[in-house]
């Protein structure tokens, strides 16, 4: 068979033929998935040590460390959440489990955080750039040095913008770039503990103490209430809350879930588990490293905005090679934590239009950017509140870690109390992954281990609440005023009865005009091919069950939409029939990212579905056809007019037997082609 | 790998009684009906007003009309064991009522089993009247002109 058709004039062939394309058809192995957490997450390891020093004194390594296997919990408990595949991250999973208001407040929350995070990341690479030449101007004999505060502010204003350009011209995260930062930062890593277990036989060790000595200023309104004092279990708690930061960008992996490829659930827990050993060894163990090499008072007076650097210079060895290794801890730091800049307004960005999609935030925030389809005013509105808490923070890499952790503590409580409710919720729905420790109760499974989760998560919340004062007065305030501005635009939509909001969530999408069939289907790779033909956005079970069962590694999946035009068929105007194909490839997509496959969407018009389902399929020599039921005429009279369209189009012998299945719920017919 | 040819022997269903080469101008409706009256020949157990409807009902679901310019008006019916089939071929085209672009050449009506077991072989023979009436092959039988040529011809698909 061949597109062209000697009827090619008549009005029921294919008239035009549209190769629908988006980012996110493109999948990514677990290891780049998690690339892109780390390049976040893993920034966290440059300053947190120096700000838990600063608050708690010399017992900070065990703290990281323990917050570094707590982060295996969360990201349990993000597995979990990323198994109920509702698109959106914590503030969505918030909104299905609690509702709107606890939504909004959670979303409030996190965007604090998304604020913080970047200029806490731009500021600390300014301070490591600036100890790195000043550790130049040291070695070569230069009398002067530079303010590293300054210079920290004027990098960070400078990576800011940079991103801000980027963000607002919409281009995306390069997943290869963060496996190759990852894997540059390991190698450094490496490298760091190497030299450092050298330093360590030939220079002796000393064993970081556990007795907690905390800063005034580091207990808050704490140090004014009689019965909280800082020791025992109570004083861990503070503790472990001043290191909470550590966990800055760990919930990026509800972001990249969408991206990871087939099969999603197990290359999710191996995205996870790889996270959890990067961290765990990256941040934490490097911060062990830096406790056990650098003397506390070298840490307080000299590396507590970039300890790594510190760890470099304070190895046993030649200076100039020193200066190498702090060269290369720089590199690693700048450049992870330049990612991080970047996460946060990615980050923010999406929220917001999540928040946006949901008919909360006006016009005004939804307003695309002509040449380049951003939603550019969120994205000057987040890169300018940065730019501001960098120049206020004066590149004081402590005051902002004692501002952070608000946002990130709260959005976990309300995600975990978000997620049990959805064990109530949604009880007999099967997931890929439940949080451990569990009592099943029929079709219950009782969540043993999230409630104490998040019993431990709300104690040490509740707990940062009165020793972090800055975070507590800064994070409520800003949580609370956008809560306000969330609702009152709200009710400025409601009022204005704007249909734009009720949409919903939108795929960005290419539709571009192809030549003819042949030139849309090209790229088809696979020996074998299915052809999925999909109508209206809720009916998309046949679609759901290909995904389900096809093999990637040897078919491609073409998923059609003929869209009606022009003519009267079957006793009524089709035009009337055809649903917005946006909205339709946005749930197709939306499928295609559940399960992690490729997938090539192609719309054509026509006027007899069933002839354009036939002349795709000859041309893409599917081997399988599959639609769903038609609720107007139901299976028979579907497969009845496909096999007669198939016969119309067929001009050749057929290489291979061609399947045609119609399924619905637990049901199918099927007819096959021969010649 | 080619695959076999096992093509449905369309001349098996007809013969040259059912076959009618319609010059006068006819409406779609009204050439169902005579075909209908062609297959009931013979046939006193079947309700040819009966049947008109039930194929006038399946031609209200989804067209059964080609761009080829074959029309395919068909039903499934309780009280047949076997398939039965007439052909029109039409020298003066009909427009289609639902699509007026759509001209109707030849049509061949038929009549199947309604029991499921013979819905794969209802399938075979729309697919195999769809692919073998093509513009080419239906002009050629109009220029035949006579039901018994056109039978000998439909024959000679086999």
């Known amino acids: 068979m061949s597109s062209s058709s000697s009827s090619s004039q008549s009005p029921l062939r294919v008239k035009k033929v549209v190769v629908i394309t988006t980012a996110m058809l493109t999948f990514i192995p677990f290891w780049k998935a998690a690339a892109i957490v780390l390049c976040d997450f893993g920034s966290s390891a440059f300053y947190a040590g120096g700000i838990a020093m600063r608050a708690f004194g010399p017992a900070f390594p065990w703290y990281i460390l323990a917050v570094m296997l707590f982060a295996g919990l969360l990201l349990m408990l993000e597995l979990e959440a990323c198994s109920l595949f509702v698109r959106g991250g914590a503030y969505k999973i918030v909104r299905e489990g609690l509702g709107d208001r606890m939504a909004k407040l959670a979303a409030s929350a996190l965007v604090f955080d998304f604020l913080l995070t970047g200029p806490i990341s731009a500021v600390t690479a300014g301070h490591y750039l600036g100890g790195l030449v000043n550790s130049f101007l040291t070695q070569f004999g230069a009398s002067f040095h530079l303010p590293e505060g300054g210079f920290a502010v004027v990098f960070g204003l400078l990576v800011t913008g940079y991103f801000w350009r980027q963000n607002v011209k919409g281009i995306e995260e390069s997943s290869s770039k963060s496996a190759k930062i990852i894997a540059f930062s390991l190698a450094v890593c490496f490298l760091l503990a190497i030299w450092s277990f050298i330093t360590i036989a030939l220079q002796g060790a000393h064993i970081p103490p556990t007795q907690l000595d905390f800063a005034p200023g580091a207990l808050g309104w704490a140090g004014k209430i009689d019965w909280m004092k800082a020791v025992g279990l109570l004083g861990m708690m503070m503790a472990f809350g001043h290191s909470i930061l550590a966990l800055s960008g760990i919930e990026t992996l509800s972001q990249v879930y969408r991206e990871i490829e087939y099969p999603k659930a197990q290359n999710l827990k191996k995205a996870a588990l790889l996270i959890f050993i990067f961290a765990l060894l990256f941040t934490g163990g490097l911060t062990f490293l830096s406790a056990v090499i650098i003397p506390p008072d070298l840490i307080a007076s000299k590396y507590g905005d970039n300890l790594l650097s510190g760890l470099a210079m304070s190895m046993a060895g030649p200076g100039l090679l020193k200066l190498l290794m702090q060269t290369l801890v720089v590199v690693a730091g700048v450049v992870m934590l330049s990612g991080a800049v970047n996460t946060s307004l990615i980050g923010s960005n999406a929220l917001m239009n999540r928040i946006a999609e949901d008919g909360i935030l006006t016009d005004w925030f939804r307003k695309i950017h002509r040449k380049y389809g951003t939603t550019y005013h969120v994205i000057h509105l987040i890169a300018a509140l940065q730019a501001v808490i960098i120049i206020v923070s004066g590149g004081n890499v402590y005051l902002l870690g004692e501002a952070y952790a608000f946002g990130v503590m709260w959005c976990f409580v309300l995600e975990a109390a978000a997620i049990i409710a959805l064990r109530l919720k949604r009880r007999g729905e099967k997931r890929d992954f439940l949080f451990p420790l569990n009592i099943r109760y029929e079709n219950f499974y009782i969540p043993v281990g999230l409630g104490l989760l998040s019993l431990f998560l709300l104690s040490i919340a509740v707990v940062n609440l009165f020793t972090k004062s800055i975070a507590t007065v800064a994070g409520i305030s800003f949580t609370v005023f956008l809560y306000a501005v969330f609702t009152l635009s709200e009710r400025l939509n409601a009022k204005k009865a704007n249909t734009m909001f009720e949409e919903g969530y939108r795929e960005r999408v290419n539709a571009q005009t192809a030549l003819d069939l042949k030139d849309a289907l090209d790229d088809l790779s696979q020996p074998n091919r299915v052809l999925v033909a999909v109508k209206t956005p809720e009916h998309l079970y046949h679609l759901e069950e290909t995904l389900r069962t096809v093999n990637p590694d040897d078919t491609d999946v073409i998923v059609l939409y003929s869209k009606p035009v022009e003519n009267l068929l079957y006793r009524q105007d089709m035009r009337s029939a055809a649903v917005d194909e946006h909205e339709l490839f946005t749930q197709v997509i939306f499928l295609a990212e559940k399960y992690g496959l490729p997938i090539t969407p192609v719309m054509v018009q026509s006027n007899d579905a069933f002839y354009a389902i036939a002349q795709v399929a000859a041309v893409a020599d599917a081997k399988e056809i599959i639609m769903g039921v038609s609720g107007l005429h139901g299976a028979q009279t579907q497969m009845e007019r496909i096999v007669m369209a198939w016969g119309a189009v067929k001009e050749r012998e057929l290489k291979h037997p061609v399947k045609v299945r119609i399924l619905w719920e637990g049901r199918e017919i099927s007819y096959g082609f021969t010649n | ?158």
């Open chain 2, 1 to 158: 790998m080619s695959v076999k040819e096992h093509k449905f022997n369309l001349g098996s269903l007809l013969s040259p009684a059912k076959i009618l080469v319609e010059k006068e101008s006819v409406t779609k409706t009204a050439l169902i009906k005579k075909l209908i009256d062609a297959v009931c020949q013979g046939e006193p157990k079947l309700d040819g007003a009966d049947i008109l409807a039930q194929v006038l009902k399946r031609e209200e679901g989804i067209s059964t009309t080609l761009d080829t310019g074959l029309s395919i008006p068909h039903a499934r019916l309780e009280e047949i064991t076997d398939f039965k089939a007439a052909l029109a071929v039409l020298p003066s085209p009909v427009q289609d009522p639902v699509n007026p672009n759509l001209s109707i050449k030849a049509m061949f009506l038929f009549l199947s089993p309604a029991k499921p077991v013979f819905f794969q072989k209802h399938l075979q023979i729309l697919s195999s009247l769809a692919e073998t009436f093509k513009p080419e092959f239906i002009d050629e039988l109009i220029a035949l002109g006579e039901p018994a040529q056109i039978f000998a011809r439909l024959e000679g698909q086999r």
